[in-house]
């Protein structure tokens, strides 16, 4: 009865009181609530629902049991499965920052292509000036005086 009357109280001064008690009181339990609830994505919510149902499930199909399995696991399961929700929104920026340096490595390939080619040109072009110019044969030189190898003689014999 003590909890009602307080309850009472507290939504007559937040909904019908404008004096400075009344705002305080509708800052603290109504606009920072509703702040927090308008940040809540709709994946989230379908996830705490799958949550739920999972929970109800574990209880009907095992009774007492699911219930402790429920308040064990119910803090870890519900992080767990709202946590898909952050990296679906992760794995979307990684997605989108790999598509674009994707777009830059075929850009880049472009230029390596056609950087590629000019090598290959210039070295053509350098081959082509070799073939123009052939190289003069040389003449060996007469072994020096006072050399052995004057006469080769029969040294692996």
Same mark, same amino acid.
């Given at each position: ?21 009344g705002e305080a009181?509708?800052r603290a339990l109504?606009? /920072?609530?509703? @702040?927090? !609830?308008?940040? #809540? &994505? ?6 705490? +629902? ?38 679906v929104l992760f ?11 994707? /777009?830059?490595? @075929?850009? !880049?390939?472009? #230029? &390596? ?6 090598? +290959? ?37």
């Amino acid at each position: 009865m003590l909890v009602f009357l307080l309850l009472s109280i507290l939504f007559g001064l937040t909904a019908f009181d404008p004096s400075a008690a009344g705002e305080a009181l509708r800052r603290a339990l109504v606009q /920072a609530p509703a @702040r927090m !609830l308008g940040r #809540v &994505a709709h994946g989230q919510v379908i996830s705490l +629902l799958l949550v739920a149902t999972v929970i109800v499930v574990a209880t009907f199909v095992f009774e007492a049991e699911g219930l402790k399995l429920a308040a064990m696991a119910a803090p870890d399961m519900i992080g767990w499965v709202l946590m898909f929700d952050v990296t679906v929104l992760f794995d979307l920026m990684v997605l989108a920052i790999s598509l674009k340096a994707l /777009a830059g490595w @075929r850009g !880049l390939t472009h #230029v &390596a292509t056609a950087l590629r080619r000019r090598t +290959l040109q210039r070295i053509e072009r350098l081959g082509a000036r070799q073939v123009r110019r052939p190289r003069k044969p040389r003449r060996p030189r007469p072994p020096r005086p006072g050399s052995d190898e004057a006469e080769p003689g029969l040294v692996f014999a």
